[in-house]
């Protein structure tokens, strides 16, 4: 896939300076991209997930390092979710806090791949776009989200989750959609404290145009506020006064720390298996959601996280 000039000579540049920036707003600076230009992932900006947890939402993935479910080519990244039974470790790095669960293993009837920034790179405020391609089917969960980089109002989700696309089960039946058939996508925030006392608050829309084709989706985030957007079109808003946490009564909280992004590709759980025609259809795989790129933009260098925004 050919990429417009100054994004391939960005690539090459040791600061994304020299892109496009956002048309909405002044001052803007490009702070942190992957416009997926070479043969491989990028090791130094991104991680991949190798556990069968299942998200804490049942997912019936396994996601693994392998290249079977993730490829750079073309300028563009895949996730690759494929139907095959799959064994690894049952918890997340961050879980394995006892002999027991260090040990501990897991069968799961799917795998995919998750990526995140985690450690590499985090911000606080700015505009986050990723411009990408779902994929279709009952039981799929393609995501766009972050998480906290140092947790320091505590365990989710008391230091906050920042959904920036979520969808479940696009192009299947659904009455209450335009057309009958499921094309909404959402945007959410996680706050409050650990559960049963975790709240959140969401939005959706319905992406404009074609479901197999690539969209821009972008949350804006700062002091005031976030907005989510849909190829450049706001679908919602949300202000500090409507979230809170349990770990700290500052202003703002938890959403005035760094986060850091993930891109995934999840397979069941609670949400998708609770809507449309429930469950999750096995057919059809290889699922593929495919990025075409990843852009991070400031305003201001004050609003920058120490160690983010490279």
Avoid at 29 to 50: M, T
Avoid at 292 to 309: F, I, L, S
């Amino acid at each position: 896939m050919m990429k417009r000039a100054l994004f391939l000579l960005a690539a090459l540049a040791s600061a994304p300076a020299a892109a496009e920036p956002p048309k909405d707003a002044a001052n803007w600076s490009l702070v942190w991209s992957d416009e997926f230009d070479g043969a491989s992932l990028d090791a130094a900006k991104w991680n991949l997930a190798d556990n069968c947890w299942g998200g804490g939402n049942e997912e019936r993935q396994c996601y693994t390092p392998a290249p079977a479910n993730h490829r750079v080519a073309d300028g563009l990244l895949s996730i690759i979710a494929r139907r095959e039974t799959h064994s690894g470790p049952a918890f997340p790095p961050d879980q394995r806090t006892t002999p027991e669960k260090l040990r501990a293993t897991n069968t799961k009837p799917f795998t995919s791949a998750r990526l995140s920034t985690d450690g590499k790179a985090g911000w606080l405020y700015g505009k986050v776009q990723v411009r990408a391609k779902l994929p279709q089917g009952q039981g799929t969960w393609p995501a766009i989200w972050m998480l906290p980089e140092g947790w320091d109002y505590g365990a989710w989700a008391a230091s906050g989750e920042i959904d920036i696309m979520e969808a479940v089960n696009l192009g299947t039946p659904c009455p209450t959609c335009a057309g009958g058939t499921e094309n909404r996508v959402l945007g959410t925030i996680h706050f409050g404290g650990q559960p049963p006392r975790n709240r959140y608050i969401g939005d959706e829309t319905a992406i404009p145009g074609a479901l197999d084709d690539f969209h821009v989706y972008e949350v804006e985030w700062d002091a005031d506020g976030m907005t989510w957007r849909v190829d450049g079109v706001d679908y919602a808003r949300r202000a500090p006064h409507e979230w809170h946490s349990l770990g700290s009564d500052a202003p703002g909280a938890p959403f005035d720390r760094p986060f850091h992004l993930i891109l995934n590709l999840a397979i069941g759980g609670h949400l998708p298996e609770g809507r449309n025609d429930r469950g999750v259809d096995s057919g059809g795989f290889p699922k593929m959601m495919q990025v075409d790129w990843v852009r991070v933009w400031q305003k201001d260098a004050r609003a920058r996280a120490p160690g983010g925004g490279r």
